[in-house]
């Protein structure tokens, strides 16, 4: 049995018609694992660059916070200083119960009552710690307000 070339053509048609199948469902294969790819490369980007914004204003809160935190404990610093120079005098409001018992000797108003050096400066202490606290609260909202969504 003799092939004439129009069995060798088509022969050769079919196998072309074959290889050219096989390598475009390779094609069509890798071009959906492109588009899936670039896909995710997308989806990564925009949470990258939603994770700077984050952290940008996570700095500038920050930032915010602790220019406010130094100067409040500046400002207590420098009245505790005042205070200690006698340039300012802490006061405390009180009332002093005088007994009428014995008012002829009495020594007369010795002035308003004052806390003493140790309770001044646990006085200052004491308004440092609650700055801090009502600042680190204050950061710690807008923490959560900010980052935590």
């Known amino acids: 049995m003799k092939f004439n070339s129009h069995g060798y053509t088509f022969v050769a048609l079919v196998l072309v018609s074959l290889v050219a199948h096989h390598y475009y469902g390779k094609y069509t294969q890798q071009l959906d694992t492109t588009v899936q790819l670039q896909s995710e490369l997308l989806e990564q980007q925009n949470e990258i660059a939603s994770q700077q914004e984050r952290i940008k204003l996570l700095s500038e809160l920050d930032n915010q916070y602790t220019k406010e935190l130094a100067n409040a404990k500046s400002e207590i610093d420098a009245l505790r200083g005042d205070v200690a120079a006698g340039r300012l005098r802490l006061r405390i409001a009180a009332t002093c119960n005088q007994s009428e018992a014995g008012s002829s000797g009495s020594m007369g108003d010795a002035g308003a009552p004052r806390f003493n050096p ?32």
């Open 118 to 149: 140790a309770a001044e400066q646990d006085y200052f202490d004491l308004r440092r710690m609650i700055v801090e606290n009502e600042k680190q609260t204050k950061y710690l909202q807008e923490y959560i307000k900010t980052q935590c969504q």
